[in-house]
């Protein structure tokens, strides 16, 4: 089985966010980068199906170099093999172009990612590569096996689950409890280094949207504590202050 | 996500003070890069997050029991040690052949302070890795084979069997006795107590590497040798036996109560068997060599602990409404300030800031001395050898005894909640105070820093030390910012020099109790002086880095220079004090021939 898996190079959730250049770059200096968490579960899971059915996993990027730490992480996780689109993600439809291009070129299985990357949060990218491939997209899937050319999933819906069969090749935009995290241990880390970073070129997309600028939601207000006993008092602050109710 | 250590500064100190990558240029450490190292960091800050920090309080609640012979411990500790030892982390420091990865000291160090930052009272890796290096470097392939996979997976237990109920800080004075029998192995007899970690039940096997005394040996440290003596015997078909080590008793202790503390009698059914580590009655200086790094492994588990408290403390401030400022003590109607906006809390802050990250960054020193050590060649390793002996016990000092101060400074800016189980800080109050008493004790460490680092090979260690702070007293000299800086620690290393120039006498008239009667105070001084060298470092690799970075701001880097700034005008004025009584010739503690102390 071949396994595609694209991952996302996000800030991590801790990092303080702010811009520049009159608010229409985003400052990275001093952020701590990590693979998309979503992006991870879907990674951890196809190297457990690796683990099971044999085959092999590759981890696309679309992004500048500055992602290789996180591809090459993902070689020390279970991975077999990197591509690197070498261009900035512009938008989901760029990203998405550039996916089913190098999909396309190569016959996968199962294409696998989170179900939004923690950064732009579209959470479109899948269903855009399913359509651009010609092949179903389901999100987001909590819950994947496979048993000879069929994917058995479980996917997140309003209140409850819903229980999927459906013939591979997929794009499934994945989510917890997929599977567990996986921390690369010494010896995925040591040959890492060994595997294959392929850093390609990207097609040309047409653009589809122009930034305008980023902007900060307000800073959270201080914290106010009301005694249980006083509960008339709360209901009052939250409608004349708060304004929820 | 870790909020008990700061990542950034780790990087900081890695990468732009300590150069980190240069390790890799050695043919020994080739088989890393940058990436190799943070990933390997990485996966030890997720093991600390998940498995270690979220179970602080609760391995401190629910101590270790002895009961019936057994001990348990924690079920989380189990988890964890499955954790690490399938991440190959326990000994990754090892060479290939070993089953380690070669990765440099220095990461391995980082990954330490990560660890006991999370939560210092699950103490049990260090000791493995401690016991497993013990016996990869001087035991046979036989102990090699039967010992050292099971306790780099984490499934066994390794300890550091040293102490006895008369035998503390003075080892010379050990009992425990081997007799040798006809098979090459010893008949073990004898007592031991504190051993961390020395009994529990989340492991299949503990293996003691217990210093005893082969029957009819020299007296004193000459007739010391060391035994692997484990809790399960394999015997010649393949089975485990009972080896007759029981565990008479476990301390209820103040702090660190994670691991149990165990006094262990051997051989009360003459059935406790030892194999001998290396040569018969060299096994002090075994031991001592792994003492080297135990000392600055517990080094930073005093800077770990200073660090959880520091961040813990900021949040704190951050967020506590209390007071107006003194300047508006009569705008009653205006709301109150934080606490972090007075004065005395911020002096408290970058106090334990000076205290973390200067403590951090010469515990890495040593740890990168080390690489250099095992690396090279000659008159160089010697130099870096003598470099790190002369270190190592200022490493194990200074933040450890600056590290309980800290933690209290940490816990004052709670106030009154922080002396409650509300808050973390009186656990790590309890916690940080054994770090300055196991290991050698202060009293020990300093001695050993005046008494021999600095003269031993006609006082070369602190020359290598002072040429070394001179290089950086030249770097510092060409930012307009740092020069002020530079000129007080040249003013510094003066006054070491001026102290022990009138205390070596002392030494030379025989006078060993004179000499070394107020060693504590002289390794305080050395200690301040030591972290005002690191701190001019820091200093420099920020103001490079605001230099590299020009108009674009950083706040790390400013921040870095103000605790610099902060840590020469409040802490280094303090040798002045330790100076004048150092040369003061008025002696009081020593024997007057009247009792004065009632
Ligand atoms: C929680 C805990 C865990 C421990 N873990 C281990 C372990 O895993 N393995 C192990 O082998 N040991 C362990 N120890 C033992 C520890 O190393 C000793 O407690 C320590 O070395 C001090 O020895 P002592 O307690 O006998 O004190 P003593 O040696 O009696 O010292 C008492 C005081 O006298 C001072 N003193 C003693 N001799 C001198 C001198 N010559 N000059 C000046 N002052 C002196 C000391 O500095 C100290 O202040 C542990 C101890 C504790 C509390």
């Not at chain 1, 959270?220 to 249980?228: D, E, L, N, T, V």
């Not at chain 2, 006991?116 to 392939?141: D, H, K, P, Q």
């Not at chain 2, 005893?212 to 440290?221: E, F, V, Y």
Request: glycine letters at 8%; proline letters at 4%.
């Amino acid at each position: 089985m071949k396994i595609l898996v694209c991952i996302s190079n996000v800030p991590d959730t801790t990092a303080k966010i702010s811009f520049t250049d009159n608010d229409t770059k985003f400052n990275k200096t001093g952020v701590q980068f990590i693979i998309g968490p979503y992006d991870d579960y879907a990674l951890a899971r196809a190297v457990e199906l690796k683990e099971q059915h044999g085959g092999t996993v590759t981890v696309l990027n679309v992004g500048e170099s500055e992602s290789d730490p996180q591809l090459r992480k993902a070689l020390a996780i279970g991975a077999d093999d990197a591509i690197r689109v070498n261009t900035e993600p512009t938008d989901s439809y760029f990203v998405a172009a550039q996916i089913a291009h190098i999909a396309s070129q190569n016959s996968y299985d199962l294409i696998l990612m989170g179900r939004e990357s923690i950064d732009f949060n579209s959470g479109v990218v899948h269903g855009l590569v399913g359509e651009m491939l010609g092949i179903a997209s389901y999100s987001p899937v909590m819950k994947l096996d496979i048993t000879g050319n069929e994917a058995k999933f479980a996917r997140e819906i309003d209140g409850g689950k819903e229980h999927l069969s459906a013939a591979l090749p997929l794009v499934l935009g994945c989510q917890e409890p997929i599977a567990e995290w996986k921390i690369p241990n010494m010896r995925g880390i040591m040959t890492a280094r060994t595997k294959s970073l392929a850093v390609v070129e990207p097609v040309s997309v047409d653009d589809s949207t122009v930034l305008e600028k980023y902007a900060l939601p307000a800073p959270k207000g201080s914290c106010r504590m009301i005694p249980a006993e006083e509960a008339e008092q709360l209901i009052a602050l939250l409608k004349t202050e708060a304004k929820v109710l | 996500m870790a909020t008990y250590f700061s990542r950034r500064n780790l990087d900081f100190l890695l990468y732009e003070v300590f150069h980190a990558t240069e390790l890799t240029k050695y043919p020994y450490f080739e088989a890393h890069d940058r990436e190799t190292f943070d990933m390997v960091l990485d996966s030890a800050t997720h093991i600390a997050d998940t498995l270690m920090y979220p179970y602080y309080r609760d391995v401190d609640r629910n101590q270790p029991e002895l009961k019936a012979g057994k001990v348990t411990v924690h079920p989380k500790i189990k988890e964890f040690l499955t954790a690490v030892g399938d991440a190959g982390l326990i000994g990754a420091s090892f060479p290939f052949e070993q089953g380690g990865q070669q990765l440099p000291e220095l990461i391995g160090s980082c990954m330490g302070f990560i660890k006991m930052a999370a939560n210092n009272g699950m103490m049990y890796i260090g000791l493995t890795s401690g016991a497993a290096n013990l016996i990869t470097t001087f035991g046979s392939e036989n102990l090699i084979s039967t010992y050292v996979p099971h306790l780099l997976s984490g499934k066994w237990q390794g300890t550091m069997a040293l102490t006895e109920p008369q035998a503390g800080s003075s080892l010379s004075d050990i009992t425990t006795s081997a007799e040798p029998l006809e098979n090459g192995s010893y008949l073990i007899k004898g007592q031991k107590v504190f051993i961390s970690a020395g009994d529990h039940d989340a492991v299949d096997n503990v293996v003691h590497l217990m210093l005893a005394r082969i029957k009819g040996a020299p007296k004193g440290t000459k007739g010391i040798s060391l035994f692997v003596v484990p809790k399960s015997r394999l015997t010649d078909d393949g089975t485990f036996v009972d080896n007759d080590v029981a565990s008479t008793g476990i301390y209820h202790k103040l702090g660190q109560r994670g691991t149990p503390a165990m006094h262990l009698t051997m051989g009360e059914e003459d059935n406790c068997y030892g194999w001998l580590v290396g040569e018969p009655n060299r096994g002090l200086n075994y031991m001592f060599q792994m003492m080297n790094e135990a000392r600055i492994g517990v080094g930073m588990t005093g800077a770990a602990i200073a660090s959880a408290a520091y961040y813990a403390s900021l949040e704190y401030a951050k967020e506590r409404p209390q007071s107006r400022r003194l300047n508006e003590k009569n705008l009653l109607d205006s709301p109150q300030t934080m606490i972090i906006n007075h004065p005395d809390v911020k002096r408290m802050l970058l106090f334990q800031k000076a205290v973390v990250e200067g403590s951090l960054s010469l515990l890495m020193e040593c740890a990168r001395l080390s690489d250099l050590v095992h690396v090279t060649e000659g008159e160089e390793k010697e130099n870096y050898e003598l470099l790190l002996d002369l270190l190592t016990p200022v490493a194990k000092t200074f933040p450890t005894e600056m590290g309980v101060r800290a933690v209290s400074e940490g816990l004052q800016v709670l106030g009154g909640y922080g002396f409650t189980e509300d808050f973390p800080l009186e656990q790590m109050y309890r916690d940080i105070r054994i770090t300055p008493i196991y290991e050698g004790t202060t009293g020990i460490q300093s001695q050993d820093l005046l008494g021999r680092k600095m003269t031993i090979k006609n006082g070369k260690a602190p020359r290598l030390l002072f040429a070394e702070i001179a290089k950086t007293l030249e770097e510092a000299q060409t930012y307009d910012e740092l020069k002020p800086y530079a000129e007080r620690l040249r003013k510094e290393t003066g006054r070491i020099q001026e102290v022990t120039a009138s205390l070596l006498p002392f030494a030379m008239q025989g006078n060993i109790e004179r000499f070394l009667m107020d060693a504590t105070l002289y390794m305080e001084m050395f200690g301040i002086v030591t972290v005002a060298w690191q701190w001019l470092k820091q200093g420099i690799a920020a103001k490079k880095a605001q230099l590299t970075l020009g108009d674009t701001e950083d706040a790390f880097y400013e921040s870095k220079l103000h605790t610099m700034k902060f840590y020469f005008h409040y802490e280094v004025p303090k040798t002045k004090g330790l100076a004048t009584r150092l040369l003061d010739t008025e002696v009081l503690t020593l024997e007057t021939g009247k009792e004065v102390i009632l």
